[in-house]
């Protein structure tokens, strides 16, 4: 499966573990082919009631006499070819004759003399330490099958180890390649691709594929070189019926391209539904508390079993497919050991060495010979069952390597420039020049999305308090996500100090703007590393200092632990305004040049607002600050600079709060909803 070749480089500082494991599965393939051949001297004891030393012997003397005879023959083959010569008798038909009988007696000759090598070998080597008698010989053999036994499962339990380590150490190495490669993509696009989606990646689809690396590197490297060793011990004792019962070879290709194609299909759609069902849990678990204070059990229940049943349904035509792979191959295996056991119990039961005129044995074989081969041929089928097995699970891995690829492939929507431009600190204007802006398709069920900013062109002087307001959707929070970069417009251009935002490096641009946004993102560390999230080279002393100024001191003072206090998951040990000040003191240790508030005050109590408003009238001075608001009251009007009306995706008007209010209707609208709601309505 070449999408299994992306994984090299992954696998590559591994490569000795890898290779040592190679090492065992060709040890383990050997001793695997060698036990079964036991069934050879076992035979020969139990059934032929012949000692092993006296088989030896009977083979040295048989060797022996061939080899004397085949001498013999190509010796006077020589001589009639001399003669021929001499008289001048030798045409090309003698001649091809001739030699084709002495090639196939030195083919003899040759294997006769490897024979006499080997048993000659044996009963200097191996005889010497084989009981004469006959069940004493049986324990000895024994006795080697289960030493060979124990050192051939030691070896398979060294290789799932080291298959085993490479496989976690290429998991983790790829689960950090997605984290690298997903914090690089922009805000959209994450946006797009769901958590539910990027957590099913970096768990399921990863847990599915370490699976199937371990079959990999230990089933499927092991399985196949069992059952090569055994065919050739089998061709060893028969090449010719080892070579028939291969006949089903073809067929098994067929089946498992049939198989594999709708096995890829059916673990697509069952990884997709569990992405669903992931999504399910993540938008349940996130509004927990509306869940709890509507009694909306019974709908996200319900959700959830249908997402499930769906995963189910899917699953189960993966399961449907896979369970008829092994039966079937199975019966395949069957088959080909029948196609050669019946032709060579024939030539056993029969004493030829031929069916139909067709040679299938260079001599007649025996019973020893005949239960070794089907040893050997059932040692084949064996690796072929349990790979049976491993194949939609190789597929499942295939297809989980796929989704997990196309995430490291993602490339993000908003990119690094190639010939960076070095960007000051800003003290000069931020320029908005026709921008137009719309989020891309992806993720809204293919319609296309109206356009969300329109010809936007803003001018904001070094130093400016501007506050955006508008309706909800009016554009306001995608103009200023604009300045760092979340996403980019599709047309116009954003200028710092007359610099375009595009021609900057990321990072640069970054460090000069700080973020406070209506969702106070807080992590599960302590008051401390969050504040020093926005700086992370900061000192004790300016954490400290940006804790004083933000007055998260007021309230560190009364946790346990103080600043070393872990708030919780998203921070559920603190109300909403001590995390918002928390926040704060991240943006002002950051010392921005840039600092966007995101209706930073709109989800906190009022006293928690007025004193955000006073920590800002110090901070903001000597700042470009953007205040995104729906709501203006006395304090944040004292703030502001000028106010930029949005409204539809247009920028309608900039001013004062003064001249806004006698000039512009969509401001007056907002204003009056504000400060009279029940007047508004």
Not at 187 to 196: C, D, L, V, W
Not at 547 to 571: C, D, H, Q, R
Request: proline share 3%.
């Amino acid at each position: 499966m070449s999408i299994f070749s992306r994984l090299f480089p992954y696998i590559w500082p591994d490569r000795r573990k890898l290779f040592l494991s190679v090492v065992l599965a060709v040890v383990i393939a050997i001793l695997w082919g060698a036990n079964l051949t036991i069934a050879f001297p076992i035979v020969k004891v139990l059934l032929e009631r012949q000692s092993l030393s006296d088989y030896v012997a009977t083979e040295i003397s048989t060797a022996e006499h061939d080899i004397r005879f085949r001498e013999d023959k190509l010796k006077h083959i020589d001589e009639v070819i001399e003669t021929h010569e001499q008289k001048g008798l030798l045409d090309d038909k003698l001649q091809n004759r001739l030699w084709q009988d002495r090639d196939h007696h030195q083919h003899k000759l040759s294997e006769s003399t490897h024979t006499l090598m080997i048993m000659q070998w044996a009963q200097s080597t191996l005889i010497p330490y084989v009981p004469t008698d006959e069940f004493d010989t049986l324990c000895v053999i024994l006795v080697v099958l289960m030493f060979a036994t124990l050192l051939k499962n030691l070896a398979i339990f060294a290789q799932n180890v080291l298959i085993g380590s490479v496989v976690e150490m290429t998991i983790m190495r790829l689960r950090k390649e997605c984290l690298k490669r997903t914090l690089h993509l922009d805000y959209q696009t994450i946006s797009q691709e769901g958590t539910g989606n990027l957590m099913s990646r970096f768990t399921f689809d990863m847990s599915v594929l370490a699976h199937g690396l371990n079959l990999l590197g230990g089933k499927v490297l092991r399985e196949p070189l069992k059952a090569f060793a055994c065919i050739i011990f089998a061709f060893y004792v028969n090449w010719q019926l080892t070579l028939l019962s291969l006949i089903v070879v073809p067929i098994l290709g067929v089946v498992f391209s049939k198989f594999g194609r709708l096995l890829k299909q059916s673990s697509q759609a069952s990884m997709e539904s569990m992405s669903k069902v992931y999504k399910s849990l993540e938008e349940m678990l996130e509004a927990i508390k509306v869940v709890i204070a509507f009694n909306g059990y019974r709908k996200h229940r319900h959700r959830f079993h249908l997402e499930n049943k769906e995963y189910y349904r899917k699953s189960m035509q993966l399961i449907t497919v896979d369970g008829m792979t092994a039966p079937l191959t199975e019966l395949l295996g069957f088959i080909a050991v029948y196609i050669a056991l019946l032709p060579g119990a024939y030539l056993v039961l029969r004493g030829t060495t031929s069916i139909w005129g067709i040679r299938l044995a260079n001599e007649p074989m025996g019973i020893a010979e005949l239960s070794v081969l089907y040893a050997l041929l059932a040692g084949v089928l064996d690796p072929g069952r349990k790979m049976s097995s491993v194949y939609s699970r190789l597929k499942q891995s295939a297809v989980a390597a796929e989704r997990i690829f196309s995430l490291i492939d993602r490339r993000s929507l908003v990119h690094e420039t190639k010939e960076p431009l070095k960007l000051p600190r800003h003290r000069q204007a931020i320029s908005f020049r026709n921008v137009d802006f719309q989020y891309a398709t992806s993720g809204f069920g293919g319609i296309p999305r109206p356009p969300v900013l329109e010809d936007v062109s803003l001018e904001v002087k070094a130093g400016e308090v501007i506050a955006l307001v508008g309706s909800n959707g009016s554009g306001k929070s995608t103009l200023v996500n604009l300045l760092p970069r979340f996403f980019d417009p599709q047309s116009g251009q954003v200028l710092i100090d007359d610099v375009d935002i595009r021609q900057v490096p990321l990072r640069d641009l970054r460090m000069q703007i700080g973020v406070v946004t209506q969702e106070t993102l807080v992590f599960d560390e302590s008051v401390f590393e969050n504040i020093r999230y926005g700086k992370r080279t900061a000192t004790r002393e300016e954490v400290l200092k940006a804790a004083e100024a933000a007055f998260v001191s007021t309230f560190v003072e009364k946790l346990p632990e103080g600043f070393e206090t872990y708030i919780g998951e998203k921070g559920n040990r603190l109300s909403g305004g001590q995390r918002q000040r928390i926040s704060l003191a991240r943006a002002i240790l950051r010392d921005p040049s840039i600092l966007i508030l995101d209706e930073a005050t709109s989800a906190v109590d009022a006293q928690s607002e007025l004193l955000i408003h006073q920590v800002l009238k110090t901070f903001v001075k000597g700042r470009t600050t953007f205040i995104v608001t729906h709501s203006l009251g006395d304090s944040m009007l004292d703030l502001v600079t000028r106010i930029a009306v949005m409204d539809r995706g247009r920028l309608v008007a900039v001013g004062t709060h003064d001249v806004l209010i006698k000039t512009c209707p969509v401001y007056q609208s907002l204003y009056q909803a504000q400060r009279s709601p029940a007047a508004a309505a």
